[in-house]
Each structure stands twice: as structure tokens, then as C-alpha cells.
């Protein structure tokens, strides 16, 4: 593992540090929050999030965004579902194949629309997003799959463990983070993804295929959204097509803003993401100890957003006057 | 835009200048001329489709689904002009409606009511000018916290619940000024005035100005930041009168008030010609383009589409406006 | 072993041959030949704008020229771009490197070396030992594994070195290297140059500095208005004879009008200071008076202009307008002040590309046009007819994007924005850059009857016999502080030149 820098442990401890202090801050109140139980409940919070922000993670670090992962996720869970309700004879973890196939597929028009016609990727995506939701509404007919045509096994993934009482379901999150973070760190090409978004005029100077590179990660995006859509039926048992994925994408960008991804690109780590995703999920299950409604988490993911943008232009500020008060002349 | 009355100074030599485009061109190739096509072709189909298309007062009642998106989508087609973007208007829309139902559930009257929710609207676009221009981040983003946050806070007020109004607040869309319902009366109006502002006063063409190069203007004297910090403000405050129209035509209020509004106001700009990028657009476009919208989402209803395909229709319509709009102004560069 | 250049004759590593150059319809290179040996640090020396720039980006695939051809070790070969060029072995060191700054100088060093599938396992070890290993060559001590957007220029620099290095590059084409670096850093560059020349690659070395030229390399070129005048060993040089031949041109008779009564002082600053770019500025232009500014690229002048004009103002100063003190944050205060600024970048910071000229001249009086908000287009349209005749600009119709014009038009355009704001302090910043030498003469004559008409005018220019010929004094910036205030009688171009170039060659050649 190499070192990148001391200013990128320094964001992770930050997160770290603020994960305990609020844990230690809520278990104060409700003692209840710091038991194993509770840390069971956060990490199922996570693991959907947690592999949608790695593919996020991929987009913003290399300058876009990806606002249509959620419909994304929606629409490979509502494919994979009708399979496994119309072919039950179908193996169930081919179902994988199909939601993460689904998912390229999906990522790939993304990615194809914004380098082809050099659109921005906030507007394609928008429009994907919707366009995705709705074709998920018309193949199931508005219909929600229900539990009873999910195979067991999937649903088993998030209820059975191999060890320490933790589920499946976990491990494939952490095993995806930790693929993500082999690509990111050791391959030339996830390199070359950080570089595209730090100096994107100098990416193609440097013999970087801008085009090839920009596709690929939004295929990535989508294929992990739709693994998550496969997860959430593991999850939840069922998928319906107005919920399934809905309003994901700014949970996902939440934590990969919190977790220290610059939004213009060029700076980010899984570690700091998966503990973004951590510490959304402290707080998503510290409110209905605290009290507070569930309506909030949508409030809080929006207040997170805007503080983690806030901190992320004062450490450039100060990074850029520290640059600019080193140039004075010797 | 009318060519030159009187004779340049100096014949031009062909190193000089460029030939200018002809007449014709100038008027006919434009993305306005696109979305007035399109909008006679939708109304040409839809009327095979259904014969109240024919109908002007179908077709008014009909509108009055979409004028509250139409009217803040002008607003925002300014904003997109000058460099800008705000996705959070209707989730702005929504937590004004909010507030306005939850403070007249709580006992105010409802006038007060009333200015609790604009004036909330406004302080929303005013979170959003500090963001932006104050601290320089980027609007895309911003505006992404801020939709979440503020629906977000809608759902803390409102819960599940619908906040019902009082019965002679319902009904705005069924209220007539000379035969026209009043939101669309409201549109059209905004239209006539906004236009005229961008295209006569000397704030709409420093906008133009503005969208065009942000330096150059600064360096021209031109107050950017104070004006694009107005337009955000006006963006609040005109999600804020759209939430509560909205709110009368409901008759109740929820967190989910204008849900995916944000899609359609988008898309009524790029469909009306409006240039991602800053510095092009224009009122007529957006407003020729909001009532192709409204013909097209309905005649989808009438012929029974079903909602998910509609929404299908959507995002592929904005994309490929975007295409094409970005299409036809790279063309005219040279 | 110690070698110089003419121990090495034979095949040139690079011949070039009738390289020209136009951009748009402006010729910046006329049929330039040149051989570059092996082994030999070989200068290129000339005026801002004499093409020195753009050959080296031709030879380094930046731009392709549009006639003539270049011959690399005995075949012809087409410099398509930069990656081209680095395959071919030639590296391009540009004044602010480029990089990924967020990455480390580790990965800066590799990223774009061939080979590998993208899926490759990227071997940071063996990365970080070579990084190393090339710092330790050239003798630098970077940390390869900090970011770049950590280190100094100087640093950066060694970085694209050692990338040059890495790749084995044989030419290396420095532009203006050391102007950024302390004179200890300076030394640890020539020693590496000079060990890359031993080993038999070539140096082009782009600099303004005559005494580090002498140090460093073997022979020099110059350039001059787009043609190279000569080449020859450094020895056969005096310094003055480079100066001549640099700026050496018949003096246009451009004689300012004389018998325009200077008055009192319209803009006074004093003790102007911005941390980093310019240090205790103080200037005064009278009525009537073109005070010239003169200096290097980067020596602060466009800076200074900008802060006196509110675009970004200055930490600590202060500025008066006809003695009367006055605080300027904001452009349009200083307009209000009567202060206009043609900036020197018209394309990013004076026109609006897609509107209109009409639109584009009215921009700065909105007063003017629409006196109660809403716009009189006959108003307009009277002012820019106005514009448009006194100044001679060609266009086809007012209503055509500025866009369209020629840079001459262009640049007119905006000065006649700015002139109808009536100024009484007018700042120039380059105004003829980039503009035919007809058009230029124009201009000259419109700066000489707007200073007859009572304005105080700024002109900040890089081009000698354009100060010489406007001004009534001529003020030289060097490294952020003014090092010269000459008058009219005594401004010559070696005057000028010997103070806008850096104090280390000054003192040099004191």
C-alpha cells in the first residue's frame, strides 16, 4: 500500500474520529446504541450504499456525476426479479449475472450519450434517471414482485452468516470495496480515472484515452448499481418499482462527499467513502433511538451534502493560499 | 434582430470579416423555430388522437396541470442563461406549501400563512445565492444538497400526512379571468414580463452578457454576482407562489409536492433552446415549450400511455433536446 | 568528458526547414531554418511575440506548421502532437509544468509511458525506486511520493525533467525555464543541463536572460518578427550585439503630436502591494501624459492594472483619482471613477464571442442606451455608428457576433467600448497584440489624439519601439517592483531592456 499523501489520512482519521465522537454522543443518550446488536443493525444499513458510493466514488473522481443510479438499481432488481418469478427453474445466483449486466447495459447508454455527444453528465443522467424509472414501471406492469417468488437463498445472503453473526450481504459490500480499491490504487487504468479527473486538459497530453476511460466508469457505476438492485431483493425481500432505488443517488453522494471525494475529481479513497457510508449509517440508525423521524434522513443527507462541500473548498482555500504565499520570490 | 440600417464605415475585405449569415438563417435556424414546429406537429397528432385538442378551452384546463412548472421554469431559463442552474425549485416548492399548510394548521390566518410560505421560499433561494455565490460552490452540486435538504425538511413538517386547506383557497385552477384559468392567465403574463426584461432592459441583456463570459462582464463594470444572486433569489420565490398554486389546485398539501419536477422544468428549458452552457435562450422558447410539454403530456394520457411510459417519453425527450440544442449551437459558431 | 557542440558535427538531430507559421491570417513564423546538433545547449533569444514560442511548440507537436518541414536524425518526420513528439524523443519543459496535481511525482513521472494493459498491476514499488532513483540522478532531493500540487515550480520542474529523462528523451526544449527559481535552484538546473548535454542530448534553452545564456549554452538564435535573423557559438556575441539584433529595426517616425499640454496628475498610487506578485508600486499619469509600462511576461504589470482597476485588488496601497483618494473594489466603481481597462486577453476577458459588435461596444455604458432600464435600440445603434466610424472598424453588419471580426476589428471594438465611458484614465494593456502592422499604426494614432484630448493614459507593452514612440515616460517593472523611470530624452531600448530583466542580470552586468 503506498502512501498518498498525508492530507488524505488526515480527512479519513477526521471521519473516524467524527464516527466515534457521535457514537459516543448518541450512546450517552440511549446506551442501547453502543451494543453489538446495534452494530449489526448499522451495518445492514449499509452494504446497498456502500457498493452503489464505490461506483459513484469511480464517476465523481474522474469529474462527473451519476444522478441515475437509483433508477438504475430499480430497474436490474425489478429484471432480476421477474426472472426469478417467471423462471424459477432459473439458478438463483445467475440472478447476479442479470443485474449486473442490466446494469452495464444501462451504464453504458450513460456513458456513451456523454462522450459521443460531449454532453454533461448531469443532464444525461437526469434524463436516464427518469427514463430508467419509467421503463422499470412498464416491464413489471406497476406491479411489485412480492416475497414469496424471491428465492430463499438470496434472502438468506442477509440473514445467515458465516461468522460473527454477520451477514453475507456485508461481506460482499466489503469484498466489493475492497476490489474498487485494488482498481482505484493498483491498476494502471483506475489511475488513470484519478488523473482524467485532476487535470482533464492534460489527460488526453498524456496519451490517456479520455473517451474509453470516461465510458468505462460509468459502465462500473452501473454495473454496481445494479448489484445493489440484486442486494436489495437479498435485503428487503421484495422489489417494487416506485421504491426500489428511489432517491438512492443522494444518499450514495452523500457519503462519497462526506468521505472526501473532491467534486472535482482527482481525490478520494475507498476507506474514506466506506466510512462516509459508516457514518451515514450511525446517524440513519441513531434517529429512531433519538426519537427523531425517519421523514429526517432526507434532511440530513441534504445538510451532509452542503457541509462536506463547505469543507471540502476550505482545505482547497487554504491549500491554494499556502501554494500562493510559496511562489513570493526568494 | 435586425441587420444594420445603416452602412458599416468601410467595405470589407475578405481578410476582415467574416460573411455574416444570411437574413433568413438568422431568423428561421433557431432552436425557438424547433420547439414552434414541434409544438404545431404535437398538437396536429394529438388532435388525431383526441378531438378536444381542437378545443382551446381543453387545452387551457388542461395547462393549468403543468403552468406551475411553466412559471418557474421561466425563471429558471434566466438562470440557466446567466451560468447557472437550480435543480432544488421543486422540492422549494414543496416546503413552502409545507410550511404554509402546517403554520395555518397551527392557527395563523391564512394570509399570514401565505407569507410564512413565500417568505420561506425566498430565504431558500437566499441559502442558495449564499452557496453559490457567495462561496463560490458549484450550483450543480449545491442545488443537488439543497433539493435533498429541503424535501427532506418537507417530510420532517408534513410527516405522511396531507395538510388539507380551507375550501375558498381550492380551486385556483378553476378560477376564470375572461375565460382563462388564472395559473395560466399568471403564465402567460410572467411570460410577457420576463420576457420583455431579457430582451428590452438593459438586466436581461447584461444576463445574456453574464452567460456569455463571466470575466469579460466582471471587467465591463457589470455587477455578475449581485445579479446572479438576484436570480436564485427570484427562483426561491417564485418556487415558493408555484408550491402554493400548486397547494390550491390539490386542495391539500404533502412532502411529495412536486415530485421529479425538477425533470420537467429542465426540460422545458432545453426544449425551449435554452444552452446548458450559459449565454443563450430565450422566454418565447421556454414558453413555446412549456405548452408543447403540456400538449404532449396529455395527449400521452389521452392515449392512454401509462404514467411510466410517459416518464419514459421524458428523459429521452431531454436528452435529446440537449443534443440537439447543443447541435445547432455549435453549428452557428465559427 | 567535457564536449562542446562543435565536436560533434554530422547529421543535425533535428533539421528544420521553412517552418512557417500563420494563426488565422497572422503570420508568427516566416520560413525559419534551423539545425539542432547533438550535444549542445542551444538558446533561442528574441522580443515577446518574435516566434521564438511557437517554433519550439512546433518542433514539440503543440502546433503543426503550416509550411515546411522538420527532419529528425536524417528522416522527415510530422510532429502530429504531443504524444507523437515524446515517442520521437522530444519533450517540451513548459513555464508552468503540467501535470496531474493531485497525484504523486511518483505516478507523474509514468503515467503515459507505453506498454502495459490497462488492467496491469500497477508496481508502485519498483515505481517508487525508480522515482527515486531519477531524483537522485539529477541530484534533487523530492519526496516521489508526495502530491505535485505540493511543490514548488522549481520542483515541478525537475519532475518534467525527469520525465524527459525517463523517457529518454534527446531533445529537451526548455521555455523560460528559471524565471520563477532562486538562484540556487537555478544552479542545480544548469548543472542538469549540462550533464544531459555530455550525454550527447540536445537543449534548447528559452530565456531572457543574456548572462545565464552566456553560462549555459553553446550557440543561439534569435528571432525577430517571425524570422530568424541568426544563429551562431555564443562567443561570437557581445551582449549588445544581441540586444541589436533583437529589436534592431528602423524606428517607425510615430512621433508622439507634440504641443499637448500635460496637466496635473489624474491617477497617483502608492506603495500598491500584493504578496506575491508585486511589492511597493507607485506610479502617478498626468492628464495629457502616456506613461508607458514596460517589463517582462510575468514581471506584474496586467497585475498591477488589474488591481488599480478593482478586478482584484491589491492587499495594501493606495489609489487617488485627480487627488482625491478612493477606495476601488469593484470594476464598476473604477468606471464610475472614471477609469477604463483594455485587458490584454481579449478573447477571455473583452468580448462576448457570440453577441453582437453593437452589444459589445454599448457593454460598459448601460447608462447610456437605456437611461430608464429599458434599451433604446436607436440609441445603441447611434453610438455604435458613432464607434464604428471614428475608429475604422470593418465589419459587415453590427448585429454580426464580434466573433467574426479580425483580432484588429476586435481589439477596436473594445477600445471603443471603453471609450464611451468618456475615462479620464485609460489603461492599456498590450493593445496591439496580435494585430497587423496597419491596423497597428491606427492605433498609435488613436492613443497620441486620446492623450491630446486631456486623458491619462497607462500603456503596458512588451514591444519596445511602441513604448519608445508613444510615450512620454516609460516606467519598467522587473520581478514585481518598478527598477526604472525614464523619460522620454533617455528611454532608449537597451534602457529598457536592462531594466526589465531580472536583478541577477542586471547586477551581472553591471
Known amino acids: 500500500m503506498n502512501a498518498l499523501g498525508s492530507v488524505f489520512l488526515r480527512r479519513e482519521a477526521g471521519i473516524a474520529v467524527m464516527i466515534v465522537l457521535f457514537c459516543l454522543a448518541v450512546g450517552m443518550i440511549r446506551p442501547r446504541f453502543l451494543t453489538l446488536d446495534e452494530l449489526r443493525i448499522i451495518l445492514l444499513l449499509t452494504p446497498l450504499i456502500l457498493i452503489g458510493a464505490m461506483g459513484q466514488m469511480l464517476v465523481i473522481l474522474s469529474r462527473h456525476v451519476d444522478l441515475s443510479i437509483g433508477s438504475t438499481q430499480g430497474f436490474a432488481a425489478m429484471a432480476t426479479a421477474m426472472m426469478f418469478k417467471f423462471h424459477p427453474e432459473i439458478p438463483w445466483y445467475l440472478g447476479f449475472g442479470v443485474a449486473i449486466g442490466v446494469g452495464i447495459g444501462l451504464g453504458f447508454v450513460n456513458g456513451a450519450l456523454i462522450t459521443l455527444f460531449r454532453l454533461p453528465a448531469i443532464i444525461v443522467t437526469l434524463g436516464t434517471l427518469n427514463l430508467y424509472r419509467g421503463l422499470t414501471f412498464i416491464i413489471s406492469d406497476a406491479k411489485q414482485i412480492d416475497r414469496q417468488f424471491v428465492p430463499a437463498a438470496l434472502k438468506g445472503m442477509s440473514t445467515t452468516s458465516p461468522i460473527f453473526d454477520i451477514p453475507w450481504i456485508i461481506f460482499m459490500a466489503l469484498g466489493t470495496a475492497l476490489m474498487t480499491h485494488w482498481f482505484a490504487n493498483h491498476s494502471r487504468i483506475g489511475r488513470q480515472v484519478f488523473a482524467l479527473g485532476s487535470n482533464p486538459a492534460a489527460a488526453p497530453l498524456r496519451g490517456i484515452r479520455v473517451n474509453a476511460v470516461t465510458l468505462m466508469v460509468f459502465m462500473i457505476s452501473g454495473a454496481l448499481a445494479g448489484l445493489s438492485g440484486i442486494m436489495y431483493a437479498s435485503r428487503w425481500g421484495f422489489v417494487n418499482p416506485s421504491n426500489t432505488g428511489f432517491g438512492f443517488e443522494f444518499q450514495v453522494i452523500a457519503a462519497v462527499v462526506i468521505g472526501g471525494v473532491s467534486i472535482n475529481g482527482g481525490v478520494g479513497s475507498v476507506l474514506g467513502v466506506t466510512l462516509g457510508v459508516l457514518l451515514l449509517g450511525c446517524v440513519s440508525a441513531a434517529l429512531p433511538l433519538l426519537g427523531i423521524p425517519g421523514a429526517a434522513q432526507n434532511a440530513i443527507y441534504g445538510a451532509v451534502i452542503l457541509i462536506a462541500l463547505l469543507i471540502d473548498r476550505s482545505v482547497r482555500q487554504r491549500g491554494i493560499a499556502a501554494l500562493a504565499l510559496r511562489r513570493v520570490a526568494a | 434582430m435586425s441587420m444594420s440600417g445603416g452602412a458599416p464605415s468601410d467595405t470589407v475585405s475578405a481578410l476582415d470579416a467574416a460573411a455574416p449569415r444570411p437574413r433568413w438563417q438568422v431568423i428561421l435556424i433557431r432552436p425557438e423555430t424547433m420547439t414552434f414546429v414541434l409544438l404545431v406537429l404535437a398538437i396536429v397528432v394529438s388532435s388525431l388522437l383526441s378531438p378536444y385538442f381542437l378545443d382551446l378551452t381543453y387545452i387551457l384546463a388542461s395547462f393549468t396541470l403543468y403552468a406551475e412548472f411553466s412559471l418557474v421554469a421561466l425563471v429558471l431559463t434566466m438562470v440557466i442563461i446567466a451560468g447557472e442552474i437550480d435543480l432544488s425549485a421543486a422540492s422549494n416548492m414543496a416546503l413552502s406549501a409545507c410550511l404554509c399548510a402546517w403554520t395555518f394548521r397551527a392557527g395563523l390566518p391564512l394570509p399570514l400563512a401565505l407569507l410564512v410560505g413565500v417568505g420561506a421560499g425566498i430565504l431558500m433561494g437566499a441559502l442558495n445565492g449564499l452557496l453559490v455565490i457567495g462561496l463560490q460552490l ?197 | 568528458m567535457v564536449e562542446t557542440a562543435s565536436a560533434m558535427p554530422d547529421v543535425p538531430l533535428m533539421a528544420a526547414r521553412g517552418i512557417t507559421k500563420s494563426f488565422a491570417s497572422i503570420e508568427v513564423l516566416r520560413d525559419v531554418d534551423l539545425d539542432l546538433r547533438r550535444g549542445e545547449i542551444h538558446a533561442l533569444l528574441g522580443e515577446n511575440g518574435a516566434g521564438k514560442s511557437t517554433f519550439a511548440k512546433i518542433l514539440a507537436g503543440v502546433h503543426r506548421p503550416t509550411r515546411g518541414t522538420l527532419t529528425l536524425n536524417g528522416a522527415q518526420v510530422e510532429v502530429l502532437n504531443p504524444i507523437v513528439a515524446q515517442r520521437l524523443g522530444i519533450t517540451l519543459i513548459h513555464q508552468e509544468p503540467i501535470c496531474f496535481p493531485d497525484l504523486t511525482v511518483a505516478e507523474n513521472l509514468v503515467l503515459g509511458q507505453k506498454g502495459g494493459s490497462p488492467l ?259 440609441l445603441e445603434r447611434v453610438l455604435a455608428e458613432d464607434s464604428v466610424r471614428k475608429l475604422r472598424i470593418r465589419l459587415a453588419s453590427f448585429r454580426q457576433p464580434i466573433g467574426e471580426l479580425s483580432g484588429g476589428n476586435q481589439q477596436k471594438t473594445i477600445l471603443a467600448r471603453w471609450l464611451l465611458t468618456e475615462p479620464r484614465v485609460l489603461i492599456l494593456d498590450e493593445p496591439t497584440r496580435g494585430i497587423d502592422i496597419g491596423v497597428k499604426a491606427e492605433f498609435y494614432d488613436m492613443i497620441g489624439e486620446l492623450a491630446a484630448s486631456g486623458r491619462a493614459i497607462l500603456l503596458i507593452s512588451s514591444e519596445l519601439p511602441e513604448l519608445l514612440a508613444l510615450c512620454d515616460r516609460v516606467l519598467v517593472m522587473s520581478e514585481g517592483r518598478i527598477t526604472a523611470n525614464i523619460p522620454r530624452e533617455r528611454a532608449t531600448q537597451e534602457s529598457i531592456m536592462n531594466a526589465a530583466v531580472p536583478r541577477s542580470t542586471r547586477e551581472a552586468a553591471a
Open chain 2, 138 to 334: 458549484p450550483s450543480i452540486i449545491v442545488t443537488i444538497g439543497t433539493l435533498t435538504l429541503y424535501r427532506g425538511l418537507a417530510q420532517i413538517i408534513a410527516g405522511d400526512q396531507s395538510i388539507r386547506l380551507p375550501d375558498y383557497f381550492i380551486g385556483i385552477n378553476t378560477w376564470l379571468v375572461a375565460g382563462i384559468p388564472v395559473p395560466v392567465l399568471l403564465f402567460v403574463v410572467l411570460s410577457a414580463v420576463l420576457g420583455f426584461l431579457l430582451s428590452e432592459t438593459i438586466w436581461g441583456r447584461q444576463i445574456y452578457q453574464i452567460g456569455t463570459s463571466v470575466i469579460a462582464a466582471q471587467h465591463s463594470g457589470i455587477r455578475a454576482k449581485r445579479i446572479k444572486f438576484a436570480l436564485l433569489v427570484a427562483m426561491g420565490f417564485a418556487s415558493s407562489i408555484a408550491g402554493l398554486i400548486t397547494a390550491s389546485r390539490l386542495g391539500s398539501v404533502r412532502y411529495d409536492l412536486g415530485l421529479g419536477g425538477e425533470l420537467q422544468m429542465v426540460l422545458m428549458a432545453m426544449l425551449g433552446g435554452t444552452y446548458i452552457f450559459g449565454g443563450r435562450g430565450s422566454i418565447l422558447g421556454t414558453f413555446l415549450a412549456a405548452w408543447l410539454l403540456a400538449v404532449i403530456s396529455t395527449g400521452m394520457t389521452t392515449a392512454n400511455l401509462l404514467p411510466a411510459t410517459q416518464l419514459c417519453v421524458l428523459g429521452v425527450l431531454l436528452i435529446v433536446s440537449i443534443i440537439a440544442t447543443n447541435l445547432i449551437y455549435s453549428r452557428t459558431q465559427r
Open chain 3, 120 to 378: 496491469a498491476r500497477v508496481p508502485w514499488a519498483e515505481m517508487t525506486r525508480n522515482a527515486r532513483q531519477l531524483m537522485d540522478l539529477l541530484g534533487v532531493k523530492i519526496d516521489v511520493s508526495k502530491t505535485m500540487r505540493g511543490l514548488s515550480i522549481a520542483d515541478q520542474q525537475m519532475v518534467e525533467i525527469a520525465r524527459a529523462l525517463a523517457s529518454d528523451s534527446r531533445l529537451i526544449i526548455m521555455d523560460e525555464p528559471t524565471a520563477p527559481l532562486t538562484p540556487k535552484e537555478v544552479e542545480t538546473l544548469f548543472a542538469i543541463a549540462r550533464r544531459l548535454r555530455d550525454e550527447g542530448r540536445t537543449i534548447v534553452f528559452i530565456s531572457h536572460r543574456l548572462e545565464e545564456v552566456r553560462i549555459l549554452c553553446n550557440r543561439v538564435t534569435i528571432f525577430r518578427d517571425g524570422n530568424k535573423v541568426a544563429t551562431e557559438d555564443i562567443q561570437s556575441f557581445t551582449d549588445a550585439d544581441i540586444i541589436r539584433q533583437m529589436i534592431g529595426r528602423p524606428l517607425r517616425e510615430y512621433m508622439k503630436k507634440h504641443g499637448t499640454t500635460i496637466g496635473e496628475v489624474a491617477l497617483k498610487v502608492e506603495g500598491l502591494t500584493l504578496p506575491g506578485v508585486f511589492f511597493d508600486i507607485s506610479l502617478e499619469v498626468r492628464k495629457g501624459e502616456i506613461v508607458g509600462l514596460g517589463g517582462l511576461v510575468g514581471a506584474g504589470r496586467t497585475d498591477v492594472a488589474r488591481a488599480i482597476f478593482g478586478v482584484s485588488p491589491a492587499a495594501s496601497g493606495k489609489i487617488s483619482i485627480n487627488g482625491k483618494p478612493v477606495q476601488i473594489s469593484d470594476p464598476s466603481q473604477a468606471i464610475a471613477l472614471g477609469l477604463a481597462f483594455v485587458p490584454e486577453d481579449r478573447a477571455a476577458a473583452g468580448i462576448f464571442r457570440t453577441l453582437p459588435v453593437e452589444e459589445n461596444i454599448t457593454a460598459a455604458v448601460p447608462g447610456k442606451i437605456a437611461p430608464s432600464g429599458v434599451i433604446r435600440r436607436s
